[in-house]
């Protein structure tokens, strides 16, 4: 399980620079709540909250199929797709290049989907008593 660790761990610090643009946006505008109509502050948000809502989930499926005995190559690749993803998704909103965004999506998109295909093979697998995932 140590592939997940590694990639949750790197989203995690993707994630926290995530989180400080939006406290240095919020002090430079001088607002605590909301986006105060902000455009910058606005698309940091919604940046953020984008990765919030995907990232988890797919750390999720990404364990899940690791600790059901996966390929490490799969869920290395499945962890790469997801970095890689992630970071092209927030830099084509900060950067408004939307063949860079389309590719964001299609590799968070795919990184959903394959662990999503992985974890129900495992929980079928194990739950008929069939070992040997690989």
């Not at 939006?22 to 109509?37: A, P, T």
């Not at 408004?96 to 662990?115: E, K, W």
Request: positive net charge; charged residues 10%.
């Amino acid at each position: 399980m140590f592939i997940t660790w590694v990639v949750a761990g790197i989203l995690g610090i993707i994630y926290f620079g995530l989180s400080a643009r939006i406290m240095f946006l919020r002090n430079k505008h001088q607002i605590s709540l909301g986006n105060g109509k902000i455009d910058e502050l606005e698309l940091a948000i919604r940046v953020h909250g984008n990765f919030a809502e995907f990232v988890p989930l797919c750390l999720i499926l990404l364990f899940f199929s690791e600790s059901t005995f996966q390929s490490r190559f799969i869920i290395s690749t499945l962890g790469i797709m997801l970095i890689v993803g992630r970071i092209a998704h927030a830099f084509a909103l900060y950067t408004n290049n939307r063949p860079v965004r389309v590719v964001g999506v299609i590799l968070t998109m795919l990184t959903l989907l394959g662990g999503s295909i992985f974890s129900i093979k495992a929980g079928l697998a194990f739950g008929s008593g069939v070992s040997g995932m690989e």
